[in-house]
């Protein structure tokens, strides 16, 4: 069983910077993401990383300002995050495949982390 710890998250103003990174207990080979989900509504994915030669997915709210990455011993992810905005206040979970599926996908993660709160005042 996987198991992944996100760290970094916390309270900016609007315009900030946050770094969040997700520890994991072994190498997934999959796409390694981080969500994220607002008092509210569902959980969207915002950033993804996939396979060895490390092919990045971001939904349309964040590039441009986020960028996802990982060490080189794919055992730690990383969320890049500038230019915060209000709108990116949430609960933002890494989460990790167990087999190929749509980055996208909230069904094909099987590895969850508990998440850490990144607040955005304007």
């Known amino acids: 069983q996987v198991q992944l710890q996100e760290s970094g998250g916390g309270s900016v103003q609007a315009g900030g910077s946050l770094k969040l990174s997700c520890s994991a207990s072994?190498?997934?080979?999959?796409?390694r993401s981080w969500f994220r989900q607002a008092a509210g509504k569902q959980r969207e994915a915002v950033a993804s990383?996939?396979?060895?030669?490390?092919?990045?997915f971001y939904a349309d709210s964040v590039k441009g300002r986020f960028t996802i990455s990982q060490d080189n011993a794919k055992r730690t992810l990383y969320l890049q995050m500038n230019s915060l905005k209000p709108d990116d206040t949430a609960m933002y979970y890494c989460?990790?495949?167990?087999?190929?599926?749509?980055?996208?996908?909230?069904?094909?993660?099987?590895?969850w982390g508990q998440g850490t709160q990144v607040t955005v005042s304007s």
């Open positions: 989460a990790a495949q167990s087999y190929d599926s749509s980055w996208s996908r909230l069904q094909g993660y099987r590895y």
């Open positions: 990383i996939c396979y060895d030669n490390s092919i990045t």
């Open positions: 072994e190498y997934t080979r999959f796409c």
